[in-house]
């Protein structure tokens, strides 16, 4: 209906009269038998007979709520009628021509052992139609000859594309060969973690094919909407994880809606908190967002260790996990909001004995407390020393905080960027900070009756000594914003989204890890 509306041939009226559109001009078409895709009868050419009728609801970024109804049935002479409002804001974004409105992703069953150079605009049109089999490796060229003639250093598409595809695919390479004066086919080829020869793209696994295809249609086309279908077919559960998160964090940046079907937990275990989930039973929504997530449950099955976190957002802590393949594919991430919805030792117990040989391990941040309230915490919670994990600055974000790290993801000398930078940052932090004083507050409450208890001056002197405990959340922002006066350009972005080879963060969490495993 939307690739219709779109054509040039159709033209937006308020009367409630078609444009006639010729089969051979459509982008989509499900069936030669078109008529017959109705769910009510054949789609005909009288003014009763039976048609497709769309009603199109959006919120505008001004927050305006708008509305368009389109329809589309038979026409004469075999082919379409098409119904598109006029003067509408929906009507403008689907036939806006500087954008991609929407693609289709349909499940692949393999590609072409050979695949001839095609035109753009044939590309263009098979790959809106969902026709993916037939042109991945042209749209792979595209991305290549895009990033070759990119002027900006920012504009690297392929390169994205490949970032992304590792994400879900540990360690993915690209080799996209093509001379238009001497070959006839594209040559495309990949290599993977372990690998250390090329292999032609026709070898690939489905779900592989499919993992490129998605983020190959996203970085290209940059659509407004994203059709998906079974996402996850094909891909270990802990590659779904990850795909479904990297989805996400590409959507975000090129500013696409997706909506994909998906039977796995795994899929719906890493749906970010504001995706809307639609539970369907017999083609009727039922249930609740929140209903669909919990009984989808926690698919425990090929898991051996259980994280409960404090946090709700989890990006975090799985970039962290991330850095250890071997163990991250064990652990299940079980977020609880706030360290007071923590299990104690007893009722940690009783989850362990439910769930078997699946160990837990629960995660606390620091919150500014000294190594002697760590342990004055794990003795009232009941839990043991291999039953937690207590970040050793005042949260996550603060393994994220340090030169070392910043100036890999930067790209720049380590001295100059603390010298630039750091001090600044550093500068900033006191004992008077209201959040460092409410935080010191709640650690007083773990000293037994009769224990002495630390100053806020005394406090803030031992955490700073050791280059922690007064970083939290809000210095990740702040030091984006020094780096990016400092140096210009967009990189400091990636800060606490990327780490980069050769650094490894939170080495407690791996210990921590082990130790529970064992």
Known sequence: MVQSARHSSVEPNNSDTGSTLSLNDATYIPSPSYKDAGNDGVFGNFKASPRMDVMLKATASNGDNETAKLWLKAARNEGLSVQVPSANAITSAIRDRDREFSTYIPGLAGIPLSEERRATSIVLRQAAAGDANTVLRNVLLLLKQAEDAAIAHDEAPLSELTERVSAAIRGTEFRILFDDQSDYTISAQFKTAGMTDWRPLELAGIGFLQTIQIFAYIVFFKPRLLLIDEPDSHLHPDAQGRLIREIASASEKHDCQVILTTHSPSVMRALPD?????????????????????????????????????????????????????????????????????????????????????????????????????????????????????????????????????????????????????????????????????????????????????????????????????????????????????????????????????????????????????
């Open 274 to 518: 504001q995706a809307n989930v639609i539970w369907m039973k017999d083609g009727t929504r039922v249930g609740n967002s929140d209903a669909a997530r919990q009984q989808m449950g926690w698919g425990l099955l090929d898991k051996e260790l259980v994280l409960l976190t404090e946090d709700q957002d989890t990006d975090m802590l799985r970039l962290l996990l991330g850095q250890w393949p071997e163990l991250e594919r064990r652990i299940a991430i079980w977020p609880l909001s706030g360290c007071g919805n923590l299990p104690k030792g007893a009722v940690l117990n009783s989850l362990q004995a439910l769930f078997g040989n699946v160990r837990t391990l629960v995660h606390r941040d620091g919150d500014m407390m000294l190594d002697i309230e760590k342990e004055h915490w794990r003795k009232n919670w009941g839990l043991k020393p291999e039953q937690s994990w207590i970040t050793q600055g005042a949260d996550i974000e603060s393994y994220f905080v340090c030169p070392n790290y910043c100036a890999a993801v930067m790209g720049v000398d380590q001295a100059q960027l603390e010298d630039r930078v750091f001090k600044v940052l550093n500068a900033t932090a006191s004992a008077d900070n209201n959040d460092f004083k409410k935080k010191r507050k709640a650690a007083k409450e773990l000293y037994p009756d009769g224990d002495a208890t630390p100053g806020h001056a005394d406090a803030f002197n031992d955490l700073s000594a050791k280059g922690i405990g007064f970083v939290r959340k809000k210095a990740i922002n702040k030091l984006r914003s020094l780096i990016q006066k400092a140096y210009g350009g967009n990189q400091e972005a990636n800060i606490g989204k990327v780490i980069p080879k050769g650094i490894e963060l939170a080495p407690d969490l791996k210990r921590a890890i082990e130790a529970a495993l064992q």
